[in-house]
């Protein structure tokens, strides 16, 4: 979809979505996010996920997404109001009421064509069945990155047994106690799971209505119920279906094997309607391995050459995309990363970007690995490698260059911290250092020597903490 019918869709949208109210939003409706690992769900990604009791589950397996809580939402949006949930989009709105917001967005795209005519019909219905899912079964994971948290991997979760929470001054990141008031202590993969219950109950009545069917982690390739539902796909073909799988890209090669031969059943024999497959990398080499703690950069490329080469395009049916979760410490190496990419896209054909795409979004949270920490120096290296996407654009160089929307997101980035570069870090800093100080000893890394680049940053944040 191009850029401009992107947001002539949000236009059209957001003129349904007044004839409702002036904060209807269909997503509230139709997207789900299920984390089935900890009994939490939420609808797009920017409202916090919300646990759902089991009493309520045994009474309505639909709650997954239809849960109280989000019914008062749908309420709101009913009758006018803007659920506080849903800042992100009213902050934008509320700027200038000409702004297109992601609720526009959201309501634009595909997998809600003829939705909003269903709901109208009975909008409170507590059965409602989503278009687009997204689901995690567990938090088994290999690899404990950085920015990620024990309620999404195991493996960080290790840490924090072993350990503690990490103490970054001011509190404690990933403190157990806490997480069990918050009922974000992920039940084990062993350990039977109503909400993995409950969710096999309604599969398959949601499959039936499904656009868009998303499997997310953990690592999903170590799951079982991974390959149990694209197993129940392979035998019930969704020609309309678009499925995704996130991977780490970093599992045994039985596992690669494995999700390769069923892809290519499945685009093959037009069983679904696209196949996308989402991993992530934010830098290169030893700094990326530093990033996501447990990846082999090594063979996290040749997996990603694998899915990339023996998975078929087939007329467009199949893409890789980057998910590259930007952050301070991608700065240095990311120009590599970049390099690689129109190399890579250079060696395999001219219409290759259609074949692995880079999505980049500047990490939010944690604040202390932001990129809002970086300084002159780093956004100069930024606005380099922001003028090299601009200068290898598609227009420029033929088809391996980079996309309009690759190049935008960089420069989203870029803007990000050119906004933030007089704010007093001073905390962020202190909580950089710490944090940073005690990942070195639990995970036997080193920071200093594997970002040199970054030296001048760790010691003004050292001297920041111990001030």
């Known amino acids: 979809m191009s850029k401009s019918s992107y947001n002539s869709n949000a236009e059209i949208a957001r003129e349904k979505l007044n004839n409702i109210s002036c904060s209807m939003c269909l997503a509230k409706w139709t997207q789900v996010t299920m984390h089935l690992h900890n009994g939490h769900t939420h609808s797009c990604h920017h409202p916090a996920p919300h646990f759902v009791p089991l009493d309520e589950l045994e009474k309505n397996p639909h709650a997954l997404h239809n849960s109280i809580y989000k019914i008062e939402q749908r309420k709101k949006m009913l009758a006018g109001e803007q659920p506080q949930e849903c800042n992100y989009c009213w902050n934008i709105e509320n700027l200038n009421q000409g702004h297109l917001s992601d609720r526009h967005y959201k309501s634009g795209e595909d997998w809600n064509e003829g939705q909003l005519e269903k709901i109208q019909l009975n909008p409170l219905d507590e059965k ?9 079964f567990n938090n088994t994971c290999n690899f404990a990155c950085m920015y990620c948290s024990p309620q999404i991997s195991s493996k960080w979760m290790e840490d924090v047994k072993q350990s503690g929470g990490y103490d970054i001054g001011d509190y ?16 084990l993969a062993r350990e039977e799971n109503p909400y993995i219950d409950a969710f096999w109950k309604i599969w398959p ?20 119920h991974t390959w149990r539902i694209l197993e129940y796909i392979q035998e019930n073909p969704n020609p309309n279906l678009v499925l995704g799988i996130n991977t780490n ?24 309607k696209d196949f996308d497959l989402y991993t992530s990398v934010e830098s290169f080499g030893e700094q990326a391995e530093y990033i996501r703690d447990g990846m082999e950069f090594d063979i996290f490329l040749k997996n990603l050459n694998r899915v990339t080469t023996e998975i078929p395009m087939l007329d467009w049916k199949a893409k890789t995309i980057i ?32 074949k692995l795409w880079l999505d980049i979004s500047y990490l939010t949270y944690p604040d202390w690995q932001t990129v809002a920490l970086a300084g002159e120096k780093e ?12 200068a290898n654009k598609e227009q420029l160089v033929g088809h391996q260059g980079f996309q309009d929307t690759e190049v935008d997101k960089m420069k989203r ?3 990000f ?6 704010k007093d870090n001073s905390r962020e800093m202190k909580q950089f250092y710490k944090f940073f100080d005690a990942y070195d000893i639990r995970r036997n890394k080193n920071f200093l020597e594997t970002f040199p680049e970054l030296a001048h940053l760790y010691y003004k944040c050292k001297e920041k903490s111990n001030g």
């Open 128 to 136: 409602f069945l989503p278009t687009y899912v997204e689901v995690s």
């Open 172 to 187: 404690e990141v990933h403190n157990l106690d806490y997480m069990k008031t918050q009922n974000l202590i992920p039940i």
């Open 205 to 224: 009545e949601l499959y039936t209505n499904l656009k868009v069917f998303r499997i997310t982690g953990g690592e999903p390739l170590l799951s079982k």
């Open 249 to 272: 890209l970093g599992v045994q090669d039985v596992f690669i094997d494995k999700l390769i031969k069923i892809a290519n059943d499945l685009i093959l024999n037009n069983k679904i």
């Open 323 to 354: 998910m590259a979760t930007y952050n301070v410490l991608s700065i240095p190496n990311f120009r590599k990363l970049l390099e690689w990419l129109l190399e890579w896209r250079t060696q395999h054909g001219s219409s290759t970007w259609k």
């Open 379 to 390: 956004l100069r290296i930024m606005q380099e490698d922001l003028a090299f996407m601009q």
């Open 413 to 415: 980035a870029v803007d």
């Open 417 to 422: 911290v050119q906004s933030n570069i007089d």
